[in-house]
């Protein structure tokens, strides 16, 4: 199966600024998503990247503040602006593997500290 | 309610016992099953899609009743390495393609 990295792997931040984080996949993929894990908590999808046109964003995250990038079908990035410590959590990418069950494979994720 | 529901846990068992997780989803128009395994700081990886038929992959057996809305995971002869969150995910296709993830079950396997 493909190939999928992030960076930067982790990373702290002061609040008020901005991270953007990459994901790369070693072949085209037509889905890639963007979630938001949380201490202890299950993932949330952020927004699903549509490459050539505007990210579909889920209830509750809108793009000033998630601004995503899907130039073309291998790559995508993330954007976390204007952070706060409750952006702080675990950012991970993921494609669908366009088989019959649409099984998704993720990123080893990127790990933010807002100070 | 939550869409897709888990046994919380944790599930704290022996190596070498059996040990069953159960998953509910509530949307019927769900599609495609899996259970996910993830280690403690690591992301999720796909363990094993989950069907009608059910289906064995070495120790884990995966089963799915579309009549109940229920889905399993059994672990037989639990090793240490068998520790981490099981999470149940359903993707459904309506109103657009989704991915619904559980909450996750934690599984310590100790000696």
């Known amino acids: 199966s493909a190939v999928i990295s992030q960076k930067p792997s982790r990373d702290i931040c002061q609040r008020g600024t901005s991270l953007t984080i990459q994901c790369q996949v070693d072949?085209?993929?037509?889905?890639m998503f963007w979630y938001r894990q949380q201490p202890g908590q299950s993932l949330t999808l952020i927004a699903t990247?549509?490459?050539?046109?505007?990210?579909?964003?889920e209830s509750g995250f809108v793009i000033d503040k998630f601004p995503i990038s899907r130039p073309n079908l291998t790559f995508s990035t993330l954007t976390v602006s204007n952070m706060s410590p409750e952006d702080s959590s675990i950012y991970l990418c993921?494609?669908?593997?366009?088989?019959?069950?649409?099984?998704?494979?993720f990123g080893p994720g990127t790990r933010l500290t807002v100070l | 309610r939550k869409e897709v529901e888990q046994d919380p846990g944790p599930f704290n068992v022996p190596e070498g016992a059996t040990v069953a997780f159960n998953c509910t989803y509530s949307?019927?128009?769900?599609?495609?099953f899996f259970w996910y395994r993830q280690d403690c700081r690591k992301e999720p990886k796909l363990l094993m899609s989950?069907?009608?038929s059910g289906n064995e992959d070495g120790r884990f057996t995966a089963q799915l009743n579309r009549a109940s809305q229920y889905i399993s995971l059994l672990i037989r002869d639990s090793k240490l390495s068998d520790s981490a969150t099981y999470l149940c995910?359903?993707?459904?296709?309506?109103?657009?393609?989704?991915?619904?993830f559980g909450a996750g079950t934690r599984l310590f396997v100790k000696a």
């Open positions: 990247a549509n490459q050539g046109s505007e990210a579909t964003y």
């Open positions: 072949s085209q993929v037509t889905m």
């Open positions: 993921s494609f669908e593997a366009g088989g019959l069950d649409n099984e998704q494979f």
């Open positions: 949307n019927s128009a769900s599609q495609s």
């Open positions: 995910v359903v993707n459904r296709n309506t109103g657009g393609f989704k991915t619904i």
């Open positions: 989950v069907y009608s």
